[in-house]
């Protein structure tokens, strides 16, 4: 595997399932994050994990719950969604420099999810 | 707070030349990106500019005035398989902050 990975890339959920989105990164990046895309919207990011620390929370709802084991493992544990929440939903990595500063990100390519 | 506005929508005929705008607003500079998106699939890097100016990668080409808050991506020698979501992203004080992306279509 290369890259960044996610599965499952299609999932369908009824609003009282708990499942969970795994992503993996083989790029020895330090920083992974959660992106939300939903149709006609930009990109919005959810979280932000730097050596294995959250470090950005943008006011997501708790039914969203991400998980960092370690620097190449992500997961966001899904429960008691709404239809609102069908979007795609992308894992990225980076480095993240001495300094601070973020690199770019490299894209999984993402899952489908879809709320009943 | 940030904000980034790019057009919603472009056409473009193959062969010819498009320039892409974006105009941000953001606390802090640390960089713009610009990225590529196929409809069903991953964004993917193209391009970063952190100093004014014109930074050049085969057919396509990124500008930046920091000073004007704006960015422009040039895509030259359109091809069929340019047609796609181009996303500006502007890193500031935090990671990146995504515009809502410019679609383009390429028509023969």
């Known amino acids: 595997e290369t890259g960044v990975t996610q599965t499952p890339r299609h999932l369908v959920m009824g609003m009282t399932n708990k499942k969970s989105l795994k992503c993996e990164q083989h790029?020895?990046?330090?920083?992974m994050y959660w992106y939300k895309q939903s149709a006609k919207k930009p990109l919005e990011l959810m979280f932000v994990?730097?050596?294995?620390?959250?470090?950005e929370n943008n006011s997501v709802p708790s039914r969203f719950s991400p998980e960092c084991p370690n620097s190449s493992h992500l997961f966001l544990h899904l429960h008691t969604l709404q239809p609102e929440d069908s979007a795609l939903y992308l894992c990225?990595?980076?480095?993240?420099?001495?300094?601070?500063?973020?690199?770019?990100?490299?894209f999984g390519p993402g899952t489908r999810l879809t709320v009943l | 707070g940030q904000n980034i506005d790019q057009p919603t929508e472009m056409t473009a005929t193959e062969g010819a030349i498009v320039q892409i705008n974006c105009t941000y607003q953001?606390?802090?500079?640390?960089?713009l990106f610009w990225y590529q998106q196929h409809a069903g699939e991953a964004p993917t890097f193209l391009s970063y500019?952190?100093?004014?100016g014109l930074e050049e990668k085969g057919r396509f080409s990124s500008f930046l005035s920091r000073s004007k808050g704006y960015s422009y991506l040039l895509l030259k020698e359109l091809q069929m398989k340019d047609s796609a979501s181009y996303l500006c992203?502007?890193?500031?004080?935090?990671?990146?902050?995504f515009g809502k992306g410019t679609r383009l279509s390429v028509i023969a």
């Open positions: 990225a990595s980076s480095q993240v420099a001495t300094s601070g500063n973020y690199n770019e990100q490299f």
């Open positions: 790029l020895g990046h330090n920083a």
């Open positions: 994990y730097s050596l294995e620390e959250r470090v």
């Open positions: 953001t606390s802090g500079f640390n960089g």
């Open positions: 500019n952190v100093l004014d």
């Open positions: 992203a502007v890193r500031g004080n935090t990671p990146l902050v």
